[in-house]
């Protein structure tokens, strides 16, 4: 048997005059075909309905902005993450004061028995010894305590803020319209939420402890050298010069180079998501190669992203350490020759090198905060642009309910409506005008390109018109409230796409509270039962990965019975383009036919079959109404649809 023709053919443009598209006029129901007078179908040819493309509006760009703008969004970023711990974080912080004191009196401890203790004891009074040897003690018991106090609380603050960074950006990722979704890869969401938030993860949770104990160290250290010797402190003081020159180049630098290492990482996840989503494609067209090579490319820039930026920390931490050696050297130089002189005690020079060895060690510590922060700092930056990323049908600060006494609902209207996918691109609908009345199911036709598929997705507020208004009952859809909309208005989408889990629970999408009762309920009204108890489990049979494991009517059966569930006032009803055997594509249209009843639809129509049992047809090309009526009236006149459906009942025999 012959396909029959669809929609997709090239629709003339009629030699007479347009008719008036208002949409105000409802023929009565004696003109609407029913199925049964439908001949059955043979493998439809996908029309794909696909509308020009546009360039990025609402995504962000990686870099957007200024860096030092960046800079301060995402340090307002980690301010608000860290906002709700603050008295966690206070005592956090106090317990790793507590900590540090503790080992920051040890030195001095030895120092007091090396000078006093030891000499004492030798003459035969161990006290001085003793205290100093319990003091010691004491110091390391309360460090550890201390420093379990810290590890606990920390812990506990650190998974709080990754938990709330992750939720943030899941549900502003669910947030944002269908218009940022189809610019920004996936890929990229993915990275925002694994690759990003795992950098932040490892500074909260491996580098927060190090820069804090680095700088009560240094601090601390630095007041006590001063305060044990002051011309050797002078000779650790200018060592301090070089070492702010290193860290200020390594900061820069570390910072261009992790924002690199983070720029690949993202381009990696989205090549290999990309790849792994087309693997039938890529198989059957045995394009591995190229897929390899592709991917090979973006490694190796990672790795080399990544050498340089290990590079860099390891310029930084090899300078570092020389510089401590060599003041470490002279210290030791002129201590031991002011000992020898008299001028200075051997346990005050022990505990200067005591503390000094300490000095430098935070110092290292500090590279890897830097390394880590740099990383992270890059991964909050891309954070905070997706964060900030407004919608393009933003919420109304004040919505507008539908009205309650409303006596016919669900009438749909366009006025004067213009659409264009982005500033500067051409116009896809032009000055629409179309009533759809309560009840009425209206088939929307046309070539490709003709804006079939954009009535769909502004009737659904997945954009907002350019110029005009799309309105429901009477009100303005950018004035109502997103859950009553969705409440009131559903879209089927061609793709039938299921979730993974149970058949039931793919149904129950439309109503998550929804009984098992309700769900078997919806089923029978559609028709589905039949062809769902077919399945192994039934309505509890897994239907893993985007439902792989059913068939393509079975999945249209459970997208529509999902539909019938939610109980709409507007249906629209992207029709989906896939082949289906005669049996199942009659079932289908039952169900279609159950779902219609008595509820406004616009179907996006691929099948003269669905067409056919319209109550009205428009017919569209280049964003403008060419007819407007019903199918068997359009049929038997000269316009473009006669032709459409003479093509049709040919092709049929």
């Known amino acids: 048997m012959t396909a029959e023709p669809?929609?997709?053919?090239?629709?003339?443009?009629?030699?007479?005059?347009?008719?008036?598209?208002?949409?105000?006029?409802?023929?009565?129901?004696?003109?609407?075909?029913?199925?049964?007078?439908?001949?059955?179908?043979?493998?439809?040819?996908?029309?794909?309905?696909?509308?020009?493309?546009?360039?990025?509006?609402?995504?962000?760009?990686?870099?957007?902005?200024?860096?030092?703008?960046?800079?301060?969004?995402?340090?307002?970023?980690?301010?608000?993450?860290?906002?709700?711990?603050?008295?966690?974080?206070?005592?956090?912080?106090?317990?790793?004061?507590?900590?540090?004191l503790a080992q920051l009196a040890g030195p001095l401890l030895i120092a007091r028995a090396i000078d006093h203790g030891v000499p004492r004891a030798t003459a035969g009074d161990a006290t001085p010894l003793t205290l100093c040897v319990v003091g010691l003690i004491g110091c390391g018991v309360l460090s550890a305590a201390a420093r379990y106090g810290f590890f606990r609380l920390s812990a506990s603050v650190g998974q709080s803020l990754l938990l709330d960074l992750r939720t943030r950006i899941f549900r502003h990722s669910q947030r944002l319209p269908v218009a940022f979704h189809e610019n920004y890869t996936s890929g990229r969401v993915i990275s925002r939420l694994t690759s990003d938030v795992d950098a932040v993860r490892d500074l909260v949770e491996a580098s927060l402890d190090g820069l804090l104990t680095s700088v009560i160290t240094v601090t601390?250290?630095?007041?006590?050298?001063?305060?044990?010797?002051?011309?050797?402190?002078?000779?650790?003081?200018?060592?301090?010069?070089?070492?702010?020159?290193?860290?200020?180049?390594?900061?820069?630098?570390?910072?261009?180079?992790?924002?690199?290492?983070?720029?690949?990482?993202?381009?990696?996840?989205?090549?290999?998501?990309?790849?792994?989503?087309?693997?039938?494609?890529?198989?059957?067209?045995?394009?591995?190669?190229?897929?390899?090579?592709?991917?090979?490319?973006?490694?190796?820039?990672?790795?080399?992203?990544?050498?340089?930026?290990?590079?860099?920390?390891?310029?930084?931490?090899?300078?570092?350490?020389?510089?401590?050696n060599i003041a470490l050297a002279l210290v030791l130089a002129l201590g031991g020759w002011r000992v020898a002189e008299g001028d200075l005690q051997l346990g005050?020079?022990?505990?200067?090198?005591?503390?000094?060895?300490?000095?430098?060690?935070?110092?290292?510590?500090?590279?890897?905060?830097?390394?880590?922060?740099?990383?992270?700092?890059?991964?909050?930056?891309?954070?905070?642009?997706?964060?900030?990323?407004?919608?393009?049908?933003?919420?109304?600060?004040v919505p507008v309910p539908l009205p309650p006494d409303r006596p016919h609902r669900g009438t749909l209207r366009f006025r004067s409506v213009d659409f264009r996918y982005g500033p500067g691109s051409p116009l896809i609908l032009e000055g629409l005008d179309l009533t759809v009345p309560a009840g009425q199911t209206v088939a929307v036709v046309g070539a490709t390109g003709a804006g079939k598929s954009t009535v769909g997705k502004l009737a659904a507020r997945f954009y907002d018109p350019s110029g005009g208004a799309v309105l429901l009952d009477g009100v303005d859809l950018r004035e109502l409230a997103d859950g009553e909309l969705r409440r009131e208005l559903v879209l089927v989408t061609q793709e039938n796409f299921l979730f993974s889990g149970t058949v039931a629970e793919n149904i129950a999408v439309a109503r998550p509270g929804a009984t098992g009762a309700d769900i078997r309920a919806a089923a029978e009204a559609t028709g589905a039962a039949s062809l769902l108890s077919t399945l192994p489990e039934g309505y509890d049979t897994e239907v893993r990965k985007r439902g792989n494991r059913l068939s393509a009517g079975q999945r249209q059966m459970v997208a529509l019975t999902r539909a019938f569930l939610a109980d709409p006032a507007v249906l629209l009803l992207d029709e989906a383009t896939s082949s289906l055997d005669i049996p199942t594509e009659r079932a289908v249209q039952r169900a279609m036919a159950a779902v219609l009843a008595d509820r406004t639809a616009v179907i996006i129509a691929h099948r003269l079959s669905t067409v056919l049992a319209a109550d009205r047809v428009l017919v569209l090309a280049k964003g403008r109404i060419l007819e407007d009526g019903p199918p068997l009236r359009l049929a038997e006149s000269d316009g473009p649809f006669a032709k459409l459906y003479e093509r049709w009942t040919t092709s049929m025999g």
Not at 39 to 58: F, S
Not at 72 to 95: C, D, E, F, I, N
Not at 349 to 378: G, I
């Open 6 to 100: 669809t929609t997709g053919a090239t629709v003339p443009e009629p030699t007479g005059p347009r008719p008036t598209a208002g949409g105000t006029v409802s023929e009565p129901r004696p003109d609407r075909a029913s199925p049964a007078r439908v001949p059955p179908l043979a493998k439809p040819r996908a029309d794909p309905a696909t509308e020009p493309g546009w360039e990025a509006v609402d995504a962000p760009a990686d870099h957007p902005e200024p860096p030092k703008e960046q800079a301060r969004r995402s340090r307002r970023l980690l301010y608000s993450l860290l906002r709700p711990w603050v008295w966690p974080s206070s005592a956090a912080l106090v317990a790793l004061l507590v900590e540090n």
């Open 220 to 324: 601390g250290i630095t007041v006590l050298l001063l305060w044990l010797d002051l011309p050797l402190a002078l000779i650790v003081l200018a060592s301090i010069a070089p070492l702010l020159m290193m860290t200020r180049w390594f900061r820069r630098r570390s910072r261009q180079a992790y924002g690199q290492a983070r720029d690949t990482v993202a381009n990696i996840i989205v090549r290999f998501g990309e790849t792994m989503n087309a693997i039938r494609a890529v198989q059957a067209f045995r394009a591995e190669r190229t897929k390899h090579s592709a991917m090979n490319r973006l490694n190796e820039a990672f790795r080399d992203a990544h050498t340089e930026a290990l590079g860099v920390v390891a310029r930084y931490t090899a300078g570092v350490r020389l510089t401590g």
């Open 348 to 397: 005050v020079l022990a505990a200067f090198l005591l503390y000094l060895r300490r000095f430098y060690d935070p110092l290292d510590e500090l590279a890897t905060f830097t390394n880590l922060y740099a990383a992270a700092a890059s991964a909050l930056e891309k954070i905070s642009d997706f964060l900030v990323t407004p919608s393009s049908v933003p919420e109304p600060a």
